[in-house]
């Protein structure tokens, strides 16, 4: 029996089902793309809190450098609070009992503050990737 290119209703509904099958798999992969605050910030000028870097990861850890040390001051964790802007909660290297709470606020593409207690602490420019 030879395979022809009838339309036939079973044709139609495997038809259908495998396109709805690749609209799926695309919707799926477009909600995977980063945050905006995702990726490597340096702080290009001194600050009061004295935070020289912020590596924020995909997997909503962040991790927050001073000046004083090459290891992390701060582990946290992450989560959107709105398309531009994080929520942070950290616990000190040295201390892991007091949790302290951040925002980062990206500002264009390439631009953040560190809120703190509702006042900016630090500036930040993002690293190209």
């Known amino acids: 029996m030879l395979l022809t290119s009838k339309t036939t209703p079973l044709n139609t509904v495997l038809t259908t089902i495998i396109s ?3 609209m799926l798999l695309l919707i799926s ?7 905006p605050a995702s990726g ?9 809190a ?19 040390s090459d290891t992390p001051l701060l582990y946290c964790g992450w ?3 709105s398309s531009q802007n994080i929520g942070i909660e950290c616990l000190r290297s040295e201390d892991q009992k ?32």
């Open 20 to 22: 709805l099958g690749y």
């Open 29 to 35: 992969l477009s909600g995977c793309s980063p945050h």
């Open 40 to 48: 490597n910030w340096v702080s290009p000028e001194e600050n009061d």
């Open 50 to 68: 004295h935070f020289t870097k912020i590596l924020v990861h995909f997997e909503s850890r962040l991790e927050i450098f001073s000046d004083t």
């Open 79 to 81: 989560s959107a609070t």
């Open 98 to 129: 007091v949790m302290e709470i951040y925002q980062l606020n990206v500002e264009g593409e390439d631009k953040a503050e560190l809120i703190q207690n509702g006042r900016v602490i630090a500036r930040f420019v993002q690293l190209p990737e």
